[in-house]
């Protein structure tokens, strides 16, 4: 039976102050380097993500060198359309090792898109 992993086994919550932060693009790495880690010990047929998770999850999928498929991306709630998003994570494109992705939104819910 393969693993079910969280999104605080990839990132667990802390607390910093502003000295403590570190440099712009450290922190995401880590994130990604994790996902990639996991990603090669489980190979999961579906990802679930919601909110910023799912922002990570694009992030990986469609900016990291991601060799392989996933057959279903599930997102809910997610911001990825936002303009702030977007310049920090590219276009919002179709992942090309996705076959099948499910976004599941609240029209009203303006951080979605």
């Not at 579906?46 to 990986?60: L, N, Q, R, T």
Request: hydrophobic share 35%; with cysteine; net charge negative.
């Amino acid at each position: 039976m393969r693993g079910r992993y969280y999104l605080g086994t990839v990132s667990p919550p802390t607390s910093r102050t502003s000295s403590d932060v570190p440099p712009h693009g450290c922190e995401r790495d880590t994130i990604l380097d994790r996902m990639d880690a996991m990603r090669h010990a489980e190979k999961p047929d579906v990802v679930i993500a919601h909110s910023w998770g799912s922002v990570i999850a694009y992030d990986y999928l469609v900016n990291r060198d991601f060799a392989g498929e996933l057959p279903v991306l599930n997102t809910m709630g997610s911001p990825i359309g936002q303009g702030y998003v977007r310049e920090h994570i590219g276009d919002s494109s179709y992942p090309d090792a996705v076959h099948r992705w499910l976004n599941v939104f609240d029209g009203r819910d303006p951080a979605q898109w």
